[in-house]
Nanobody, 122 residues
Framework: QVQLVESGGGSVQAGGSLRLSCVAS?????IGWFRQAPGAEREGVAG?????????YYADSVKGRFTISRDVGKNTLTLQMNSLKPEDTAMYYC?????????????????WGQGTHVTVSS
C-alpha cells in the first residue's frame, strides 16, 4: 500500500500561480498528477517514471505552464502551475503505481490521494 497526501490547492485569479505538493509513504516508479473537473473525466496532467519512452509526461494543455519536480529521497512530487487559466479549475489528485503506467488510463492506477481543489477565476 502507498499513501499519498496532497497539499497546496486554493483559489487564484487567471494568470496566477499555485504549487501543489504530494508526499508518498514510499517510493513507486510512477507518480503523477491527474485532475477532474465537474462533469468531466479524470485526466492526466503531468507525471514522472511513466513507461512511455520518456521520463516525464505533460498533457498538451499544460505544457509550458506546469512543471513537475520529484525528490526521490523524500518521496515527493511537486507541481508548479503558472499562467493558470479558468479551464485549469478542477480537483487535482496525486497517484502512484508500478509500471507500466500511462496518463491515458487513470482507472488503472492503484494508489490515489484525497485530492486538492484548484479554482481559477477569470
Amino acid at each position: 500500500q502507498v499513501q499519498l497526501v496532497e497539499s497546496g490547492g486554493g483559489s487564484v485569479q487567471a494568470g496566477g500561480s499555485l504549487r501543489l505538493s504530494c508526499v508518498a509513504s514510499k517510493y513507486t516508479t510512477c507518480i503523477g498528477w491527474f485532475r477532474q473537473a465537474p462533469g468531466a473525466e479524470r485526466e492526466g496532467v503531468a507525471g514522472s517514471g511513466y513507461v512511455r519512452g520518456v521520463t516525464t509526461y505533460y498533457a498538451d494543455s499544460v505544457k509550458g505552464r506546469f512543471t513537475i519536480s520529484r525528490d526521490v529521497g523524500k518521496n515527493t512530487l511537486t507541481l508548479q502551475m503558472n499562467s493558470l487559466k479558468p479551464e485549469d479549475t478542477a480537483m487535482y489528485y496525486c497517484a502512484a503505481d508500478t509500471p507500466p503506467c500511462t496518463a491515458e488510463r487513470p482507472s488503472e492506477w492503484r494508489y490515489w490521494g484525497q485530492g486538492t481543489h484548484v479554482t481559477v477565476s477569470s
